[in-house]
């Protein structure tokens, strides 16, 4: 079983009650709240965290250099092949869940305001149409990672994983090398003066009241952040180690804590663990160092990394959710629906508020009758009906068709995805 994450929220706060024995919560020592960005209250957050998470901050300093410090072609001496493979079989096992676990974490890696940022800084993914070719190109790589023998040079999976390496690099560089003022207001949408198509935002405010709501001790405290390790005005590096590690967070985390939830009620502890092996070795490809990779140790270990991920650091920002954060997690919804149709950002996030056991009552009332429908069949599918195996069989076949499907899609076929529009955008910007 799964660490217990509201357990791991009360064990790691610093409480004091008063002389009365009032409750304790009251009294959070207020060193821990991060308001004041100086480096004295920074050292006190780091003291709060678990030390697990502590020795991640170290990876905000960390470049990418031009070799990653990693090399590709050299295999790690603690990689184990025949456990890969075992990894790359439940991933094929249990791809439809996996897929659906993997789109709802980009909620959370979303949350990351910079990273946010540097996604809409590349304008690859700011729109319904961009965001489908941006993410089934992902799903495309990371298929090949699952299907193919990637530490061998001659498999495809091996030379998605040097476009990917260079991609991050040449983003990396560009940023860390250019003036910040000269790129920092393309960091957002809605403060941005030149951007004039509209913004998708229709429930942040509605959100963020909800998760102000939150029974999460950490929830306003902000404890857990990218920002953290950084005194104020110092300049952060982009696309770090820390960020590469936090990205395997969102390939694994919900899968290792909740498989029951994604389709893989059968899966073995074994199996799992198999699967995070996978995973390590992926991102020691990709260029993280060892002593960063979100996936060392065993199974319990990453388990509990991810409780603390979530505790320290999601919920947390999910207090802080912007109109940018809303934008383009629609965005990268709706562009997902475009090959694997009812798919909708409402009843998809539902779902992962569940999952958290956030209770959102806000979002409830504004759900269509066939938003509410959907989440609930969701919940029908995953919890249940993939325990029949040919019922999971024939799931995971849809989803790979629909990929399929979607990489054959004629010029006729593209034109018409672009061209369709939406209520956010303005009139004189539709595409």
């Given at each position: 079983?799964?660490?217990?994450?509201?357990?791991?929220d009360?064990?790691?706060?610093n409480?004091?009650?008063?002389?009365?024995?009032?409750?304790?919560?009251?009294?959070?020592?207020t060193?821990?709240?991060?308001?004041?960005?100086?480096?004295?209250?920074?050292k006190?957050?780091?003291d709060?965290?678990p030390?697990?998470?502590?020795?991640?901050?170290?990876?905000?300093?960390?470049?990418?250099?031009n070799d990653y410090?990693?090399?590709?072609?050299?295999k790690?001496t603690?990689l184990?092949?025949?456990?890969?493979?075992q990894?790359?079989?439940?991933a094929q096992?249990?791809?439809?869940g996996?897929?659906?676990?993997?789109?709802?974490?980009?909620?959370?890696?979303?949350l990351d305001?910079e990273?946010?940022?540097?996604l809409?800084?590349?304008?690859?993914?700011h729109?319904?149409?961009?965001?489908?070719?941006?993410?089934?190109?992902t799903?495309l790589?990371?298929?090949?990672?699952f299907?193919?023998?990637f530490?061998?040079?001659?498999?495809?999976?091996?030379?998605?994983?040097k476009?990917?390496?260079a991609?991050?690099?040449?983003?990396?560089?560009?940023l860390n090398?250019?003036?910040?003022?000269?790129?920092?207001?393309?960091?957002?949408?809605?403060?941005?003066?030149?951007?004039?198509?509209g913004?998708w935002?229709?429930?942040?405010?509605?959100?963020k009241?909800?998760f102000s709501?939150m029974k999460?001790?950490?929830?306003?405290r902000?404890?857990?952040?990218?920002?953290?390790?950084?005194?104020?005005?110092e300049?952060?590096?982009?696309?770090?180690?820390?960020?590469?590690?936090?990205t395997q967070f969102?390939?694994?985390?919900l899968?290792l804590?909740y498989p029951?939830?994604?389709?893989?009620c059968n899966a073995?502890?074994?199996e799992?663990?198999?699967?995070?092996?996978?995973?390590?070795?992926?991102?020691?490809y990709?260029g993280?160092?060892d002593?960063?990779?979100?996936?060392k140790?065993d199974?319990k270990?990453?388990?509990q990394?991810?409780?603390?991920?979530?505790?320290?650091w999601?919920?947390?920002?999910?207090?802080?959710i912007?109109?940018?954060?809303?934008h383009?997690?629609?965005?990268?919804?709706?562009g997902v629906?475009?090959?694997?149709?009812?798919?909708?950002?409402?009843?998809s996030?539902?779902?992962?508020?569940?999952?958290?056991?956030i209770?959102?009552?806000k979002?409830?009332s504004?759900?269509?009758v066939?938003?509410?429908?959907?989440?609930?069949t969701n919940?029908?599918?995953?919890?249940?009906?993939?325990?029949?195996?040919?019922?999971l069989d024939?799931?995971?076949?849809?989803?790979?068709v629909?990929?399929k499907?979607?990489?054959?899609?004629?010029?006729?076929?593209?034109?018409?995805?672009?061209?369709?529009?939406?209520?956010?955008q303005?009139e004189s910007?539709?595409?």
């Amino acid at each position: 079983m799964p660490p217990n994450i509201e357990a791991v929220d009360q064990t790691r706060i610093n409480i004091e009650t008063d002389e009365n024995g009032n409750d304790p919560v009251t009294n959070v020592k207020t060193a821990i709240i991060t308001n004041d960005n100086s480096h004295d209250k920074d050292k006190l957050d780091r003291d709060d965290l678990p030390q697990d998470l502590k020795e991640y901050l170290g990876a905000l300093d960390e470049h990418l250099p031009n070799d990653y410090m990693v090399p590709i072609d050299i295999k790690p001496t603690w990689l184990n092949i025949e456990k890969c493979k075992q990894g790359q079989k439940f991933a094929q096992q249990y791809y439809f869940g996996l897929n659906y676990a993997e789109m709802i974490s980009l909620y959370l890696l979303f949350l990351d305001h910079e990273n946010l940022g540097v996604l809409i800084y590349t304008q690859k993914s700011h729109t319904p149409y961009k965001a489908f070719q941006r993410y089934l190109s992902t799903v495309l790589r990371v298929k090949s990672w699952f299907d193919t023998e990637f530490w061998n040079p001659n498999e495809l999976g091996y030379k998605n994983l040097k476009i990917v390496r260079a991609m991050h690099l040449n983003v990396s560089k560009k940023l860390n090398e250019t003036n910040p003022a000269e790129f920092q207001a393309e960091f957002s949408l809605s403060d941005n003066p030149k951007y004039h198509d509209g913004v998708w935002c229709p429930l942040t405010s509605d959100l963020k009241e909800d998760f102000s709501r939150m029974k999460c001790p950490m929830a306003r405290r902000g404890i857990w952040s990218s920002q953290n390790g950084k005194s104020s005005g110092e300049r952060r590096i982009f696309i770090n180690q820390f960020n590469m590690s936090m990205t395997q967070f969102g390939f694994v985390g919900l899968m290792l804590l909740y498989p029951d939830k994604f389709g893989a009620c059968n899966a073995t502890d074994e199996e799992l663990e198999a699967f995070a092996h996978l995973w390590k070795a992926i991102g020691y490809y990709l260029g993280i160092k060892d002593k960063y990779n979100f996936c060392k140790g065993d199974l319990k270990e990453i388990q509990q990394r991810c409780s603390n991920v979530l505790a320290y650091w999601i919920k947390p920002n999910l207090t802080d959710i912007t109109q940018d954060w809303e934008h383009m997690s629609r965005c990268m919804t709706e562009g997902v629906s475009y090959y694997v149709p009812g798919v909708n950002f409402e009843s998809s996030f539902k779902y992962l508020c569940w999952i958290l056991d956030i209770e959102t009552p806000k979002l409830d009332s504004k759900m269509t009758v066939v938003q509410s429908w959907t989440f609930y069949t969701n919940k029908l599918v995953m919890c249940y009906l993939t325990k029949v195996p040919f019922i999971l069989d024939f799931l995971n076949w849809t989803v790979r068709v629909a990929i399929k499907k979607a990489t054959k899609n004629d010029a006729d076929k593209l034109a018409k995805l672009q061209k369709k529009t939406y209520s956010f955008q303005n009139e004189s910007s539709r595409l």
